[in-house]
Every structure is written in C-alpha cells, then in structure tokens.
C-alpha cells in the first residue's frame, strides 16, 4: 500500500543551525502538507502546498519556515535558523484531492528535530 | 477556545470492554478525521467522515453535523488498541484544506 514516508526519522541540531526534512508524498497526490507537534500538546498545522504554491499557511510558518516541491517527488520543510522552541515532531501529510475530492489526509511518520 | 474538544482526555479500561471516545466542534466542517497516535509519535488515519456511520473491524465512528459532534467506538478493545486518539476537522472554507485537531484521547487497555 503506498504511503507518505519522511527523512530524518530523528534530526538534533544546533540552535542557530538550517535543517532540511524531507518528505516523499504518495504518488499520485496533488496537495501537501506540514504539521508539527511540541511534545505534550496537540498537532498544529503550519503549511499546505498545491499547484507548486504555498495555499494557506499559519502563523507559525513565518519567514524562517520556507516549503518546496524541488522534483517530481519530493516536498521538503526547510528551517533556516532554528531555535529551541522549533524542537517538536513534525508531520508531513498528502491527499489526492482538497475539498472537491474526498480530501483525506495520509500522514508520514515524523521526523522529531531536537534543537539544543 | 479550542475549536475542536475531545472527551475524555484520558481513558483506562479492561481488556474487552465497549469504549468510547467523543469529539465535539464549534466550526461548520466539511469532514472529520480520525487518527490514531502510537507512543512512537506516528500518526494512522482511521477514518474520514462527512456525514453518519463508518466501521472498518472493531472501529465504528459516527458523526452528527446538525449538532456537530462525532463518537468513535471500538468494540472488544485488546491492548494493542492502547493509543491517543485524535479528532481533527476539516473546516469549510472553500480551497482551505487544513486541518484543525483536537487533542486527543490517551487509551490504555489493560490485559
């Protein structure tokens, strides 16, 4: 069964430092998404991607947060300058369709970024 | 004020027990998901909802969208079933794909 798979599984870094995480969506999906999650509290989201655009972001996603689709399989989250409070687990998670299809979400595993 | 509220927060159980896990909205929605969270942090789809009854196996939600409220029962509950369990909508604005989550329900199924 296909499934949204992400790279690292764990990343430690250092504060100040850029990270990468990387994401391969299911094949033949069309809209993407970052999530993360501070540990002890509940999934946030930060980014959705469609079309090769960013569709909606939050307020989380401020300028150090950037999203790209660099091929025809990746979606990657980059973090320019990380600080201590980026330390969370972060989803990426695609669908086929948004609101006109059945618009259902399928997660990848995480990639838990430690800052120190 | 959360948008979406899951009850109870923490559920302990026994082995074969009926159990239930309530989430309650205050937004309209165009579908409700509900996920499943292992202690590794990865997150499973269990269901997509818009509207009355799904089961998949030992798993049945239902959703009420007139007074938004959605119920996720699993029956015979086995401690392989011990996960948090998260509500999260998907709120209806044209071309907002985002979902918004609760959360989460803590189940612990004792042997």
């Known amino acids: 069964e296909p499934e949204v798979t992400q790279t690292p599984s764990h990343q430690v870094t250092q504060m100040g430092q850029e990270v990468i995480l990387r994401c391969v969506p299911i094949s033949n999906h069309l809209y993407f998404y970052w999530y993360r999650q501070i540990l002890g509290q509940k999934v946030e989201f930060l980014v959705s991607?469609?079309?090769?655009?960013?569709?909606?972001k939050s307020e989380i996603f401020d300028d150090q947060f950037s999203v790209e689709r660099p091929d025809g399989s990746n979606f990657t989250l980059k973090i320019r300058s990380t600080k201590l409070e980026d330390s969370a687990m972060y989803f990426c998670?695609?669908?086929?369709?948004?609101?006109?299809?059945?618009?259902?979400?399928?997660f990848g595993p995480g990639t838990r970024l430690t800052v120190l | 004020k959360n948008e979406v509220e899951q009850s109870p927060q923490n559920l302990t159980a026994q082995e074969g027990e009926f159990i239930t896990i309530n989430c309650s909205y205050s937004?309209?929605?165009?579908?409700l998901h509900w996920l499943q969270q292992h202690p590794g942090g990865g997150i499973v789809s269990l269901f997509m909802?818009?509207?009355g009854k799904k089961k998949h196996g030992r798993l049945i939600a239902t959703i009420n969208i007139q007074e938004k409220h959605s119920s996720l029962h699993i029956t015979a509950s086995h401690p392989r079933d011990s996960a948090v369990y998260i509500c999260?909508?998907?709120?209806?604005?044209?071309?907002?794909?985002?979902?918004?989550f609760g959360t989460g329900t803590r189940l612990t199924i004792i042997p």
């Open positions: 909802l818009s509207s």
């Open positions: 999260a909508v998907r709120i209806s604005n044209f071309g907002n794909e985002k979902l918004t």
């Open positions: 998670a695609s669908s086929v369709l948004g609101s006109s299809g059945t618009g259902e979400q399928f």
């Open positions: 937004v309209g929605i165009s579908a």
């Open positions: 991607f469609y079309n090769n655009e960013i569709s909606e």
